[in-house]
């Protein structure tokens, strides 16, 4: 089963959408990106689990909304999860209508904290096919795939369309896996974490299969002076 992990671009003159990582959410005037750290465990998870992964940053990758669709319908996922924000959700809404409409075999997932406060608001207002609740995604899309695939028993949270299932939380899981530290043919570097700010150069990650992980070693180094937090990357994709 192919999985691809996006963020399709918003057509906006308000700046740069910052939705991962950030539970405030906001446009950047100056384009800044956010490590998605969830998600990147979401990835490796899935990706340790045997399936096949994509990765597609569309805003990251600063392409506009009709390539990042066409090279969406290109790919064709069984499976697509994206992240949204309350400011952000109805856009959303009409992007996951779009991507319905062009590909009509690929089920979407929607994640975020607005999901977990108005799940079926979403589910009225667009074509989604499965919500995830609760900050846990990073487990619950390797077990929704697993339901998919081999007929696993769901956790808790997960609403499914046209279903009308309750369910009781999971318990938490031991985290025994890293996150995606990088992608094929792209590096890290730069990285500054500075008065909670994280300012990055060009080391986004590109619309491609992820590689596996755990990495061989860490790429990402973290040092602190002075109350501010360095990241830098020390590594290309092997």
Same mark, same amino acid.
């Given at each position: 089963m192919k999985v691809v992990i996006g963020y399709p671009p918003i057509d906006t003159n308000k700046g740069t959408p910052l939705l991962s990582q950030n539970r405030q959410f906001q446009y950047f005037n100056s384009p800044t990106y956010i490590y998605p750290m969830v998600p990147a465990y979401a990835a490796s998870l899935? /990706?340790?689990n045997g399936y096949e992964v994509v990765w597609m940053d569309g805003i990251a990758e600063k392409k506009t909304y009709s390539i990042w669709l066409s090279e969406l319908m290109q790919e064709a996922p069984d499976l697509l999860l994206l992240e949204t924000k309350s400011p952000v959700v109805k856009k959303h809404w009409k992007i996951i209508n779009?991507?319905?409409a062009n590909l009509p075999n690929t089920s979407v997932v929607l994640v975020g904290d607005h999901m977990s406060f108005y799940p079926k608001e979403s589910m009225d207002g667009c074509k989604v096919d499965y919500i995830i609740t609760g900050g846990?995604?990073?487990?619950m899309l390797t077990d929704l795939l697993n339901s998919l695939t081999k007929g696993a028993e769901l956790p808790g949270g997960i609403w499914?369309?046209? /279903?009308?299932?309750?369910v009781k939380?999971?318990?938490a899981q031991k985290r025994t896996y890293f996150p995606a530290r990088w992608f094929k043919n792209t590096t890290w570097m730069n990285c500054r974490l500075l008065t909670g700010t994280l300012h990055t150069g060009s080391c986004m990650p590109t619309k491609t299969a992820i590689t596996n992980t755990?990495?061989?070693r860490t790429c990402i180094q973290a040092g602190i002076a002075g109350g501010a937090v360095a990241l830098s990357a020390c590594g290309t994709t092997p």
């Open positions: 899935a /990706k340790q779009e991507i319905k846990d995604y990073d487990f499914l369309r046209n /279903k009308d299932i309750k939380l999971g318990t755990p990495p061989a």
